[in-house]
Structure formats: C-alpha cells, structure tokens
C-alpha cells in the first residue's frame, strides 16, 4: 500500500493556490449556525481566500447567501456580523434589499438604460442546512447537501444537533497549515500521549474508519466512554473495575473535562457522576455505572426542562466520538451537547490557518442566549484555552514546523 505523503501540500503557497482553485470551489463547507441569523436581516460574512461570501436572514424568512461584492465596481459590501435592513454599496451608493434585489443606482437616468434587470442583482450562492449548520457551496453543478453528507449525516441524526444552541465560541490563528490542525482531530491516536493526564483515568483504544469522502472513530473497548464503543471483538477488552471504583473514577472524568475543556460533558452528567458514589447500590456491577450517571442526568435535565433524545446503545455506537466532515468541519456528538471544531486556510499564507472552537447544548425550550466570540492566539493562555485545547495547539505547531524537514 502506497502510505507517501506529499510534505509540501502542508507548507506550498502554489499547492495552497491549488486548494482554493480546485478544493474550496467545490465542496459545501460551513458558515455558520441557524441561530446566528434568527432576525430579519441577520447576516454573517466568511472569507474562503479571495472569496468573501455573506449569508442574510431575509425579510421574508428565508435563508439566502451572496458573494459579497458590489456589481458595479466589486467593492466589499459587509463585514462580520451584524443586522441590515438593506445593504448599500460604501463606494457609489447603490443598494439590494435581503433577497438580494437591486433597488437603487445612483444616479440611474445617467446610464441611459445601460443598466437594467437580473444584471443589477447580487449573485447568489447555493445555501442549504444540516443539523442546525448552514453550509454554502460554491459550485452550481454539486449534488445536494444531504448526498454530500451520506452516512455521517445519517449516523448523526439520532442527536438532533439541530436543537442545540451556543454554549461558548472561540477561535484564533494557529502558526500552521490548516489541514495540520483539521488532522489532530481526525483520530484517537494521540489521546493517551499528548493528553497523557486522562490516562489516570483509565485507557482507550479507538478504531476510526473513512465513510465516503468523511471519516469517524469509535472508542473500542473503553472505560471512559463506553456508550460508544464499537469492538468487534478482536481486542480483548480490559479488564473491567468494580462498580464504586469505576464511579469514582467516571466522577473525577467527568470534573476534569469540565474544568479543563469544559465540553464533552453537559453540566448535569457532571453532577450526577459526582453523586453516584455515594447512592450506588452495593449489589451494583460495573456495567450499572455509566446507565446510572446517564439516568440521574436525564432527570436533572428535564427537571430545567431539557429533554433528551432517544438514542439507542447501537446509535451511539454509530454516532462513535468524532466526525470529521470534509474538507475542514469537525464534530464530537454526545446527547446533549456537542464540541465542534473548524479549520480554514489564512488567506494566501500556508503557515497559518483560522481555527474556530464552539460547544454547542440542548437548552430548555424557549431560552435564548447570547455568545460571544472571542479571539486569542496565545498559546500558552491556560485560562482561556483550557489544557486540553492547548495540548492540541501546541502539538500543531511543532509538526508544521517539522514537516518541513529534509
């Protein structure tokens, strides 16, 4: 088997040329969450190299997307984020309303008639929606979303991500290609090394596989998440603790993630792990430990009116711990809540690449709120980052580093 990479795609401006010619064209990436754009005239930029695209919350109520730039002389029309009635041109002044439409030049009787029709309107770009996520594609003749998901969007529906909402939201410009940071969270290869102070918590072996153009892995015989370990019985598994000391040990899991990343875990599963030890029955066995902390935090939750999904053990199974969709999105699903990840290139600079963290949760039914979105390169900020993002960040810089040697 042919296992040769070619090093230069990670560092090369004309490969990164390639990329934004023949990759980001083609795909369906996304933009942005649907809550983002709750309000008429809500709308979001992205810049994928030279191009900048805005996605509005028209007046009407639906969702449309746009390539950002004036017809007349190709001036930028938005930046960020934010709420417009209208969008006006800063340039000479002309203006579309949220579909799109054109409805003033300025000066128009000047052009004697130049200008006129589906020429004055903005040029709209394919928008579509998944799992609460809008994605735009820049190709006219792509299948539709759905078929470009396939089995991940499949496998990821019993967790309704659509009905999540913002928890946090941070992101920063990582000193390394895109596709370097994207590929630390591909697999659970790394896991017992560079975040080696899990492993007082027990060990994982993980099994990923591709799925279409995608690709997923699974914890194969886990202690810690056992609701998604998929073997097939061709490991042996190890060997598995008694009730209270796997409680104990699940409580002091779960309390490091939340102090540490705080995602991965909603805060209900980490109350009802903390209170296990002290309410588990002494008939209890090992396989009641995880039932129980799930049960205990589902009734939490929809005591604050949370309700859970009905997600079986073989959906869970399925669901596994982290999807990566391709080319540059990153999703780690548990029933409540999810961690997302999101790389893209910096501009024409191969060596840098914007990265986007958020956790995503269920809410109780009405509640709104509102997220930040906070940049920080520092990569020694443990405050902001948590050690377990940082563990990742760190190890990305020094690959991109050494990928470029002889």
Not at 36 to 59: K, P, Q
Not at 88 to 107: I, K, L, M, S
Not at 396 to 405: A, F, L, N, V, Y
Request: with cysteine; glycine share 6%; charged share 25%.
């Amino acid at each position: 088997m042919n296992t040769h990479v070619v090093k230069e795609s990670y560092y090369s401006r004309e490969y990164l040329a390639r990329e934004y010619d023949r990759l980001w064209p083609r795909v369906w990436q996304s933009v942005c969450r649907e809550e983002e754009l709750l309000e008429a005239g809500a709308y979001v930029t992205y810049e994928i190299g030279a191009e900048s695209i805005f996605v509005m919350r028209s007046a009407a109520g639906n969702l449309r997307a746009f390539h950002n730039v004036c017809q007349h002389r190709g001036r930028r029309l938005l930046d960020g984020c934010g709420i417009a009635e209208s969008i006006r041109c800063p340039f000479h002044g002309w203006r579309w309303d949220t579909e799109g439409a054109n409805t003033h030049v300025t000066f128009a009787e000047d052009w004697a008639g130049a200008l006129e029709g589906e020429d004055l309107g903005l040029q709209a770009v394919r928008l579509d929606t998944w799992g609460g996520f809008v994605f735009i594609c820049l190709d006219p003749d792509a299948g539709p979303l759905l078929e470009y998901l396939g089995e991940a969007a499949e496998a990821l529906a019993p967790f309704e991500l659509d009905k999540m909402r913002y928890r946090w939201r941070k992101w920063l410009k990582l000193p390394a290609n895109w596709k370097v940071a994207l590929e630390a969270f591909n697999e659970g290869y790394h896991v017992s090394i560079t975040h080696w102070p899990l492993n007082e918590f027990g060990t994982s072996r993980f099994v990923s596989r591709a799925a279409g153009i995608h690709g997923t892995f699974a914890a194969d015989n886990s202690r810690l998440r056992p609701e998604s370990s998929s073997s097939d019985g061709t490991r042996e598994a190890p060997p598995m603790p008694q009730a209270q000391e796997l409680a104990r040990t699940m409580a002091g899991f779960f309390r490091f993630l939340k102090e540490n990343i705080d995602s991965n875990m909603s805060d209900s599963m980490v109350y009802a792990a903390q209170a296990l030890p002290a309410t588990l029955p002494e008939d209890a066995t090992a396989a009641d430990v995880m039932p129980a902390i799930m049960q205990a935090a589902r009734q939490i939750d929809a005591a604050r009116g949370v309700q859970w999904p009905d997600i079986t053990p073989q959906q869970y199974q399925r669901g596994g711990i982290d999807w990566h969709l391709f080319p540059n999105t990153v999703l780690l699903p548990m029933a409540t809540n999810c961690l997302c990840y999101r790389a893209r290139p910096d501009g024409d600079d191969p060596d840098s690449c914007i990265f986007e963290v958020a956790q995503i949760e269920r809410l109780p039914e009405g509640e709104v709120r509102a997220v930040d979105n906070p940049r920080n390169d520092d990569l020694q900020d443990y405050d902001f980052w948590g050690s377990i993002l940082l563990q990742d960040f760190q190890q990305m810089e020094d690959t991109h580093r050494g990928i470029k040697s002889s």
